[in-house]
């Protein structure tokens, strides 16, 4: 099936690409359906837990059987091969190397009348980490969620994945949860474990903040129980633009886009946005031809059909502003001095620069959390970080002389907004010494 290609000047309206830069943030269907599990599992706990596993992963589950037990966490460590295991290992080195510089230090400033003012980071106490595993079990997303709670020193870091319906989670992901940190598993997967990690039950203490990936109904569930505890970003179908100029290579192209068209929801969108009509044509050709290699056909086929768009823009400044409005969660840089172009990048989750920087090496390998927003929430979001997993707090520390300097604004503004015991409060101090 060929993709579609278009034309566009850059300025005015096009259909095609109207179309397909709407996206809608949040599934109406999902949200109901959301609705409906969190309030049975707020209500009645491991029951309503065990009941939706069932239901929705056709897996029968006892409450004891919930947790993933020690003995088959060693045992996954004797499975995994030995090659996955040294590769997990080299991997959460550079997601610990890239986590700690970019870790912000406590700092503090001197006040003008010798008083101290600054902000502290500590880690927080629970943390809840969403692993997808109906597709695929994403051991990535392991390793760069709890991975990072890890570095960030949280000392209970609780994971929930789905099982099959033999209870069974592939070693290779409990291995990979094992050696990223995680201190609690669960096989548990869907609404019901986002439910379960925001309220608690009697067997499972409720966590601070959720974070992790999925599909349109752990989206769902996540934003509904925001306030009952933090949560990280709005993280659904994967999404990745190209921007590319005439020296690009067609192939490295079409392979990009089509690793994001294989996840599986159907939902995934790809966008080339080039200056060379040439490219585009050479890029759909190369599209319809890797696309017959791969192994998820059905998947990818259905992104092809609604999800995948290539425009030709006049110019690479338009072209630019065609991906900053798109705000995807993956741009790649494929032009001639890509790093030039980097600083004219507004709106992405995450930016690849340059033809030896494939978007995978971000979803796998590089050091940044492949945790990033989509559905064009790039625009107000940014990805996951080692600091989503500390606490910060602002601190101050007056003199007596640094306070008498600020009193008239105090009482200014206390006086302006009704609040005569906030006056007080500071003045009282002077009028007892």
């Known amino acids: 099936m060929s993709v579609r290609m278009v034309t ?3 300025t005015g309206a096009s259909k095609a690409v109207d179309a397909f830069l709407r996206r809608r943030p949040f599934d109406p269907d999902a949200e109901k359906a959301a609705a409906g599990v969190l309030e049975e599992v707020r209500r009645r706990g491991n029951r309503a837990v065990a009941q939706y596993a069932r239901r929705f992963d056709g897996v029968s589950l006892r409450v ?13 460590r004797k499975k995994a091969p030995a090659d996955f295991r040294t590769a997990v290992r080299a991997v959460l080195e550079r997601i610990a190397a890239f986590a700690r510089a970019g870790m912000r ?16 980071f500590v880690p927080l106490d629970r943390v809840g980490v969403y692993v997808p595993g109906g597709a695929a079990p994403l051991v990535s997303t392991a390793l760069m969620t709890a991975g990072l709670a890890h570095v960030a020193g949280v000392p209970e870091i609780v994971a929930c994945t789905p099982c099959g319906p033999d209870r069974r989670v592939k070693p290779e992901l409990l291995y990979a949860l094992e050696a990223a940190g995680a201190t609690e598993i669960y096989r548990v997967g869907g609404i019901q474990a986002v439910g379960m990690m925001a309220y608690g039950t009697r067997t499972v203490r409720k966590v601070q903040k959720i974070v992790g990936p999925g599909g349109p109904f752990v989206t769902a569930a996540k934003r509904q129980v925001y306030g009952h505890v933090a949560l990280d970003l709005v993280a659904g179908p994967s999404e990745i ?11 490295f192209v079409a392979a990009d886009m089509l690793s994001q068209a294989e996840h599986g929801t159907g939902h995934e969108k790809a966008l080339l946005a080039t200056t060379s009509a040439p490219l585009a044509k050479a890029v759909a050709a190369e599209i319809d031809a890797q696309a017959r290699t791969l192994g998820r056909q059905e998947a990818v086929l259905r992104v092809l059909r609604r999800g995948m768009l290539l425009v030709v823009v006049g110019t690479l400044d338009r072209a630019m502003d065609l ?9 790649e840089i494929m032009v ?3 790093k030039e172009w980097l600083r004219k990048v507004r709106r992405a989750g995450a930016v690849f620069v340059g033809k ?13 959390s492949h945790v990033l927003p989509t559905g064009g929430s790039a625009a107000w979001f940014s990805g996951l970080t080692v600091d989503d997993f500390r606490r910060r707090s602002s601190f101050i520390s007056f003199t007596r002389a640094d306070l008498l ?5 105090v009482e200014s503004l206390s006086r302006v907004e009704g609040m005569d015991g906030h006056a007080r409060a500071a003045r009282i101090r002077f009028e007892k010494t």
């Open 8 to 10: 566009w000047t850059g």
């Open 64 to 76: 004891a059987e919930f947790r993933v037990s020690r003995r088959e966490r060693n045992d996954a």
């Open 105 to 120: 230090p406590d700092w503090r400033i001197s006040g003008p009348r010798g008083g101290t003012l600054g902000e502290q």
């Open 241 to 251: 633009a190209v921007l590319a100029d005439e020296t690009a290579d067609p192939a």
């Open 323 to 331: 991906c900053n409005r798109f705000a995807p969660e993956h741009l």
């Open 336 to 338: 001639r001095e890509p």
């Open 356 to 368: 030896w920087t494939p978007e995978v090496v971000g979803d796998f390998a590089a050091g940044p």
């Open 405 to 409: 300097d600020v009193m008239p604004w």
